[in-house]
């Protein structure tokens, strides 16, 4: 099992897409353990992103992700990490497949609907600074069926 961090953008939260994605994610089979709506702080903005610190559309991102309310979440399953990613599909909405999240509802690389942790160290992190307080312990009786 591995546990995911993913958040809802400004642009997906103002676009009423928030229902639409956690859909997705429950339907697939993973396991919500963490679910909160916040107005992300320049502070907290810029520690998560800190990794684009140097890239040149860094200061235009910190903008965006603190320009309105987002939605963090905490997904379980097993790759969780691989398997949401999968579900957001590629960073340039253009060129992000249909059926993923970008690929249908997004045009641009930068209001892009969507953040999924791309590896475990990531995740911990991302999880750490977004959920410090932990997440939700609980047994989805679902999985029963969802995994072999
Ligand atoms: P990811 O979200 O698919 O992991 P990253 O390369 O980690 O993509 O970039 C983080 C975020 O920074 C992207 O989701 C996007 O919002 C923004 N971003 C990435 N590249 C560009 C760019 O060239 N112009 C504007 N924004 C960008
Ligand atoms: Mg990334």
Redesign the pocket.
Known sequence: MQTTFVMV?PDGVQRGLVGEIINRFEQKGLRLVGLKQLLPSHELASRH?A??SE????E??LK??TSGPVVAMAWRGVDAIAVA?NI?????GREASPGTI?GDYAM?????I???S?AEETAEFELSLWFPDGLVEWTRSAEDWIYE
């Open positions: 953008k992103y990794v684009h890239r040149p559309f860094y235009g991102l965006f992700i990613r957001i599909g590629p960073t340039d970008r641009d690389i930068g209001h892009n969507i953040h999924g791309d």
